[in-house]
């Protein structure tokens, strides 16, 4: 099976968060799975900066449910990084679309997960 490229182009859409205590494991290292809500702010504020809010996609009869995605992980993520994922819309098709994620520890440029998800 070919893999799915995971690259990120322009344009594109930065995000920054800080990870929560609540987001980590009882070691302070970002729970797997809250890697995914990270995708998901970061996708919501490319929507609103380049089209229309989630609220207003909705409210035109369209949802955007997620049917695939993948999560290639680097490296952890720890309590208190300041994050930054940079998201993009790497096709467009008919009846589904594709994000494309890259997120990056900000203090020291380190890519520490890539991914996509299907719409």
């Not at 690259?7 to 799975?33: M, Q, W």
């Not at 990084?81 to 203090?107: A, G, P, Q, W």
Request: glycine fraction near 6%; aromatic fraction near 12%.
């Amino acid at each position: 099976m070919a893999e799915k490229s995971l690259e990120i182009h322009e344009p594109l859409h930065r995000h920054r968060c800080r990870v929560i205590y609540g987001d980590t494991d009882s070691g302070g290292v970002v729970y797997y799975a809250n890697y995914l809500r990270y995708f998901e702010a970061a996708r919501t504020e490319f929507m609103r900066e380049r089209a229309l809010s989630y609220k207003e996609i909705e409210g035109q009869g369209f949802i955007m449910p997620v049917v695939e995605c993948q999560v290639r992980y680097k490296a952890s993520a720890r309590y208190d990084d300041l994050l930054l994922i940079e998201t993009c819309l790497l096709e467009v098709k008919s009846r589904t679309c594709r994000f494309n994620y890259r997120i990056i520890r900000e203090n020291d440029g380190k890519v520490l997960v890539q991914g996509y998800t299907t719409h």
